[in-house]
């Protein structure tokens, strides 16, 4: 098992900037990729951002390349999503989740295991 608790999240007007942490515990977390996730009322929950297992890859949704940016640490087993230039359409809830997955690309999907999420909101 593997526990995740986001935290990080809350109110900021456009433009501003988040920077969201996932923290693990349990099973070797080194082990696993990461990725954010988001879901904005009424909408499906989708990929924001993830990076592979030992940090060198990552990879982006469209709608945040460039202004968003994903890291590990593999000491202090915790993932972060640094958020700038935010936009009101960023507003969701994130959510962080593991997946076993010891090679080198980024999965899109097949998390395994997930937090419980953090709410953004951006103000226009």
């Known amino acids: 098992q593997v526990q995740l608790v986001e935290s990080g999240g809350g109110l900021v007007q456009t433009g501003g900037s988040l920077r969201l942490s996932c923290a693990a515990s349990g099973r070797t977390f080194s082990n696993y990729a990461v990725g954010w996730f988001r879901q904005a009322p009424g909408k499906e929950r989708e990929f924001v951002a993830g990076i592979s297992w030992n940090g060198g890859s990552t990879f982006y949704a469209d709608s945040v390349k460039g202004r968003f940016t994903i890291s590990r640490d593999l000491a202090k087993n915790v993932v972060s999503l640094q958020m700038n230039s935010l936009k009101p359409e960023d507003t969701a809830v994130y959510y962080c989740?593991?997946?076993?997955?010891?090679?080198?690309?980024?999965?899109?999907?097949?998390?395994?295991?997930w937090g419980q999420g953090t709410q953004v909101t951006v103000s226009s």
């Open positions: 989740a593991a997946k076993f997955h010891l090679v080198r690309q980024v999965p899109l999907l097949g998390y395994d295991y």
